[in-house]
């Protein structure tokens, strides 16, 4: 793990060693003949998902735990409530999940929510987009915005303040993310405080140097991130700041942000370089790369010891800003 400013924000030179539980992951996941993401149908890929979630182990407790609906453009979004204790209102996170637009939900993240909630001592709404091919882009973009606004105007029924507002994603979810910060700020939406970006997609792009070191062999691969974008976009150029936020004109004026990347990740390059443009548009930024980590150690906790440290980051960060 290292904070990276904006002098060494576009690499270390010396890559890193793999980390030892994450190529312990890794090896077992090569054991057991898992099939190529992009190989499959999306219904057996959604499956292969969901299956993974029994590695985790049972989720930590937390004082309160609510399935919600959420008016959305499409119709009820479903979103899931998590409070720790402590006297209401409190701070509210709206928290999107990953999985490529396509795969993931309420269930595959709500570890990762009740550590947030626990250890940050806010609110989080876990919100259950419309998934790709079926509802394409920019289904899950106006859904996201959507449930932001809603969460805003609605925040005493959550038990929540919505003056102390932020969200959060990752990897898809950190896409959509920055793509909601940047409609709230041109549609005069609700003030978000923080911005939480693990691993974000910033761009339909796939010429980084992070793609080509990191293109098979650390869980996601550039394969897998073809099959998603061609599943989100169908046929979209995704060109617009809605669907590639780091290719946005101006990124002044958005809240504040902490962005997480992963030395053997795909997408780390595209998140780093949205980082510097923040920076550069004068939005306070902290960028920390988790050396050694794969994509997908944010929600992994229980079994990656820096998925864990990388939740107690964000959530220092969230307490900070919304105190």
Known sequence: MRALTAANAGGYGLRMALDPQAKQLLDQMAAMGTPPLESLPVADA?????SMRGLMGEPEPIAHVEDRTV???GGTIPARLYRPAGDAPLPLLVYYH?????????????GVCRSLANQAGCAVLSIDYRLAPEHRYPAAADDCYAALVWAAANAAALGADPTRLAIGGDS??????AV??????????????LQLLVYPVTDHSYDTASYA????????TKAAMVWFWNH????????AATASPLRAADLAGLPPALVITAEFDPLRDEGESYARRLREAGVPTTLTRYDGMIHGFFTMGPLLGQGA????ESAAALRAALA
């Open 46 to 50: 959604r499956l292969l998902m969901e």
């Open 71 to 73: 008016p959305g453009p």
């Open 232 to 239: 989100y976009l169908g046929g979209d150029a995704g060109t």
């Open 309 to 312: 440290r990388a939740v107690a």
């Open 98 to 110: 990953g999985g490529g637009w396509v795969l993931g939900g309420l269930e595959s993240h709500d």
């Open 180 to 193: 909601t910060a940047i409609q709230a700020r041109d549609r005069g939406g609700p003030r978000v405080r």
């Open 172 to 177: 898809a979810g950190g896409n959509l993310t």
């Open 213 to 220: 070191e990191n293109a098979d062999g650390y869980f996601l």
